[in-house]
C-alpha cells in the first residue's frame, strides 16, 4: 500500500465515488463513518458523462492497462474531479471506471489514477479496490455488500433481507442482520445475478439513439418472447454456485437472441431476462429474505419491478422506503470501504467474492506524496 494505512481514529467524512457500467455518469456522495458502523449519511452529486465523453469510454470497453487509454483516462479524471468541486472530504473512496472483469482470467481494470487525484483535489484517496481479492482467488465482485451490512444495521433490520442493485450488471446481497460483523460465518451471501440494465441500455442505443428505455416505457408495449428467454436462462452461469460475478459484456449473446424481434418486443423480452436472473439467483440464498430492496437504475423501471414482484414471495421495494438513496448507495459503499481500507479492516470475504480468506483491498495515496 503506498502511504501509510494508519488514519485517525473515531469518525470520518468520507465521499466515495461510482461510475458503473451503464457509463451514464459519476455519483459521489459523503458519508459519516468509523468504517463498522454508520453515523450519517451527508451530501451527494452527480455528474453526468456528455455525448462525447460516453462514446470515448465506450469505445475502450474490454481494455486492459497500456492499451491506448490517454483519452478515456482523461474523461475519467476530470469527470471525478469535476464532481468532487463542493466537498471537503477527509478521505476519498476512488472506485474508477471498469472496462475489463476476467477474475478468472488477466484480473480486473478499473480505469483510474488515485495519485493524481488526491494531487487535484488535496485529500487522500483510497483506490485499486478489487485487485487485491482477486489475486488472492476472488472475483472481485461485488463490493458493496459490506456496506450492506452496515445498511440492515443502520435501518434496524430484524431479519434476512436481500439488498438487490440493478445497474449495468445485477447482484444481490443476503444478508442476516442478526450477525455482529460482515465477516462473521452465516452475516452475508453475495454475487452478481446476470445483466441488468446494460444490455437493454445497448439496444436503445444501437436501434434508436436512446440512452436507456425511461421508464420501461418502449418494454411496456412489447411481448416477451419465451423462446428466447427460454434460451437465454440455459446459460451455465445461472446453475453455477455463488459467491460468482460478471463483465459488463458477459451476456452479449442476449441482443442476438432478440435481434429478430422488433424494438417493443426486444425491449420487453431483454427486461423479462434480467428480471429472470435475479429470480434464479434468489434460489441460492440460505433462506428466503423477508424484504427485497432495490436499488441502482433498475428500480425506476416499472415493468422490470412489476416483473420482480410477480415472482418473488415477498414484499419488493425500492430502498427508499427504508430511507436510503438508491441512486447514491454504490457511492456510499466506497465511501464506507475507504475508512475500512484505510483502517485496515477487510473488505470483501469468501462468501461475498469467493476471495480465499478476508482480505482488505485498495492503495491509499496521499496528496504531495512522491514514490
Not at 481479492?133 to 461485488?142: F, K
Not at 427485497?292 to 433498475?298: N, Y
Not at 415477498?314 to 459503499?333: F, N, T
Amino acid at each position: 500500500m503506498k502511504g501509510s494505512n494508519s488514519f485517525k481514529t473515531g469518525l470520518v467524512k468520507a465521499v466515495g465515488l461510482m461510475s458503473g457500467t451503464s457509463l451514464d455518469g459519476v455519483d459521489a456522495a459523503e458519508l459519516v463513518t468509523d468504517g463498522m458502523r454508520i453515523e450519517s449519511f451527508g451530501a451527494s452529486a452527480y455528474r453526468a458523462y456528455c455525448d462525447a465523453e460516453r462514446t470515448t469510454l465506450q469505445g475502450v470497453l474490454g481494455r486492459w492497462p497500456g492499451d491506448g487509454l490517454a483519452d478515456a483516462l482523461d474523461v475519467v479524471q476530470t469527470a471525478h474531479t469535476e464532481v468532487l468541486q463542493d466537498f471537503t472530504p477527509e478521505l476519498v473512496g476512488f472506485h474508477g471506471q471498469t472496462l475489463a472483469h476476467e477474475p478468472r482470467g488477466r484480473g480486473t481494470h478499473q480505469l483510474g489514477d488515485g495519485d493524481a487525484l488526491a494531487q487535484a483535489i488535496g485529500a487522500p484517496v483510497i483506490w485499486d479496490f478489487r485487485s487485491n481479492d482477486v489475486q488472492l482467488g476472488g472475483e472481485g465482485a461485488p463490493l458493496a455488500p459490506f456496506f450492506h451490512f452496515a445498511c440492515a444495521k443502520w435501518i434496524k433490520a430484524d431479519a434476512p433481507l436481500a439488498f438487490l442493485n440493478l445497474g449495468g450488471v445485477g447482484n444481490i446481497t443476503w444478508v442476516d442482520p442478526s450477525k455482529n460483523a460482515p465477516e462473521e460465518q452465516g452475516a452475508l451471501l453475495a454475487f452478481d445475478t446476470g445483466p441488468a440494465n446494460a444490455p437493454i441500455n445497448d439496444l436503445m442505443q444501437s436501434r434508436l439513439g436512446l440512452s436507456y428505455d425511461k421508464d420501461g416505457a418502449l418494454a411496456k408495449k412489447g411481448t416477451v418472447e419465451t423462446g428466447a428467454l427460454e434460451l437465454f436462462l440455459a446459460e451455465t452461469y445461472f446453475a453455477r454456485m455463488p459467491p460468482k460475478s460478471l463483465d459488463r459484456d458477459d451476456f452479449s449473446v442476449m441482443l442476438e437472441l432478440v435481434r429478430e424481434l422488433c424494438d417493443a418486443d426486444a425491449a420487453a423480452t431483454m427486461t423479462a431476462m434480467s428480471a429472470a436472473a435475479v429470480m434464479q439467483g434468489m434460489r441460492h440464498c440460505p433462506s428466503a429474505p423477508a424484504r427485497v430492496l432495490v436499488c441502482g437504475g433498475g428500480r425506476h423501471n416499472p415493468v422490470m419491478m412489476h416483473m420482480l414482484r410477480e415472482a418473488l414471495d415477498c414484499p419488493v421495494d425500492p430502498v427508499e422506503v427504508v430511507g436510503l438513496d438508491g441512486d447514491m448507495l454504490e457511492a456510499q459503499a466506497f465511501a464506507y470501504l475507504a475508512v475500512r481500507v484505510a483502517r485496515g479492516l477487510p473488505t470483501s470475504c469468501p462468501t461475498t467474492t469467493g476471495v480465499s480468506a478476508n482480505v482488505g483491498g485498495g492503495i491509499l495515496s496521499r496528496p504531495n506524496e512522491t514514490e
